[in-house]
């Protein structure tokens, strides 16, 4: 399973951004797809997960109601709109995928995930 990251930039505060996780490879075996976000001097964070089951998603609650993520429907590419952004969500993105049918208080956690990609910087700021 291969994963490549886009669609960062800089924006302003309020301001909204996409960012879209194409996922190639042995696709019918990743069970979910996160992003995760890392600003300099800072632990990776859980930011948001869609699960092949039943097409759940599920957030950080620092970006609940503000970011949505979703699939398409080929389910090879995973997408996290982002809006009312802030300061705070200045970060360096990356989408990961999972083989496992982790239960849910599993989901940010970063071991859990077997596949990542390169990453996107996501930069907030007036």
């Known amino acids: 399973v291969q994963l490549q990251a886009s669609g960062g930039g800089l924006v302003q505060p309020g301001g909204s951004l996409r960012l879209s996780c194409a996922v190639s490879?042995?696709?019918?075996?990743?069970?979910?797809v996160s992003w995760f976000r890392q600003a300099p001097g800072t632990a990776r964070e859980f930011v948001a997960a869609?699960?092949?089951?039943?097409?759940?998603?599920y957030y950080a609650a620092s970006v609940k109601g503000r970011f949505i993520i979703s699939r398409d429907n080929a389910g090879n590419t995973v997408t996290l709109q982002m809006n009312s952004l802030k300061a705070e969500d200045t970060a360096f993105y990356y989408c990961a995928a999972s083989q496992s049918r982790m239960i849910q208080s599993s989901l940010a956690l970063g071991t859990m995930y077997e596949f990542w990609g390169q990453g996107t910087q996501v930069t907030v700021s007036s």
């Open positions: 490879g042995r696709t019918s075996s990743v069970w979910t």
């Open positions: 869609f699960r092949r089951s039943g097409s759940s998603t």
